[in-house]
């Protein structure tokens, strides 16, 4: 499939197919994420592989979604603020976040690929993912999507029109 093919078949799957991953899938996901470019190379971002087997009751406290953990897996990226590239001479900004956010659009644009399912998830409780995960006080949750084979079909998007979107040369 095509770049222009792949971004157009990929959707919010909000219905998972009980199937498992296989392990070469997963590792083909996984290793997208790794590929994906980040501030200075830094890679200041870590994934979370949650087989969700007997742990919907806590990933539900995470995200009150049903569908959210009907997906044999969900993938949590966290951020590594203290690694991150920090644009210092201007303004500070970390790149973290931004960084977090291509690893996951390289996660989901490869399992759309190979025609697994994802759904980028921001809403969630910080203090319950800190928790369930274990994570040390310098990694971030950021986002979260199930990973799995879809039992939805896409539903048409609505976008902009690239008119709205896109200036040249100035605001």
Request: aromatic share 8%.
């Amino acid at each position: 499939m095509s770049f222009a093919e792949l971004i157009r078949a990929r959707y919010a799957v909000r219905a998972y197919r009980p199937d498992p991953v296989p392990d070469e899938m997963l590792a083909q996901v996984l290793e997208a994420g790794r590929l994906a470019p980040t501030a200075s190379n830094r890679q200041p971002v870590r994934i979370i592989v949650i087989h969700t087997a007997g742990r919907e009751a806590e990933l539900g406290r995470l995200y009150g979604r049903d569908w959210f953990a009907a997906a044999p897996v969900v993938l949590g990226v966290c951020t590594v603020p203290r690694e991150a590239w920090v644009r210092k001479a201007f303004d500070g900004r970390s790149y973290a976040d931004v960084d977090a956010a291509v690893v996951m659009d390289h996660l989901v644009l490869a399992a759309t690929e190979l025609g697994l399912g994802t759904c980028w998830v921001a809403a969630f409780d910080p203090a319950v993912a800190r928790k369930i995960l274990r994570l040390p006080d310098d990694v971030e949750p950021l986002l979260f999507t199930p990973l799995g084979f879809p039992a939805d079909e896409p539903r048409a998007k609505e976008r902009r029109p690239l008119e709205e979107l896109v200036h040249f040369e100035r605001w």
